[in-house]
């Protein structure tokens, strides 16, 4: 998951709205968003080569999304695969923050990464490269493969785009929340970030939504979480910037 713009908190209708991509290389096997067979209170995406997932949500209401942290200078291969964050913490029933303060002694298991977990009445953010915490402040945001709401192009305009639609919108369409992250518009070089995979690379990945020979966005996902702890979960995926399927799915919360 490569970008994931959400807001908590900040609308009459919702409490959590999230609108989110997530690019991957198109070689690697991926199932789309199901009830897992194998743990049925959990709705996400399944990774086919390391079964984890990169955004997901269970039946109580527990919520995680993960990113890659990008920086070439950093070691990628490591003992533990980073998709299985997201699985342990919507199987676990531990608090988030000490969900956390576990991950946190583990996290030199892992390559860089950032990691939204908890639900739609607080969220928290974490990553292993400074290996801190907190919890999200209301309002809007966004996360790519640096830290929370850090103002790369696509982060900046990501969040902005997702903020004006839901201020002057009381009702929430999905297909305007879709319409934002499949924006391919690419960065100007002179506002490109730079992270050290030089400025080709940098601008095919600047767009919210990416397109490129060999990597770009395999799906999209669009969760909301109202007022009545309903949940609308719809997801898009594609091949090669080509759509492909579209899965909704609805259920109310259950509270223990």
Known sequence: MCLINFQLHDHSNYKLVIAANRDEFYERPTEQAHYWKDDPDILAGRDLLLM???LGITKNGRFAALTNYRDPKLEEKRESSRGEIVTDYLQSNKTS????NGLSKN??????????IGDSEQLFYYNNIQDEYSRISHGTHALSNHFLNTPWPKVTKGRSMLNDYLQQNRKVDIEKLFDIVSNAEEVDDKDLPETG?????ERKLSPLFIRTPDYGTRSSTVVLIDHNNHVTFAERTYEKGIFLTENHYTFDIKKD
Request: no cysteine; net charge negative.
């Open 197 to 201: 995979v030089g400025v080709e690379l």
């Open 52 to 54: 984890g997932t990169w």
């Open 107 to 116: 996290r030199e298991n892992y390559a860089g990464f950032n990691v939204l």
């Open 97 to 100: 923050e000490e969900f956390l």
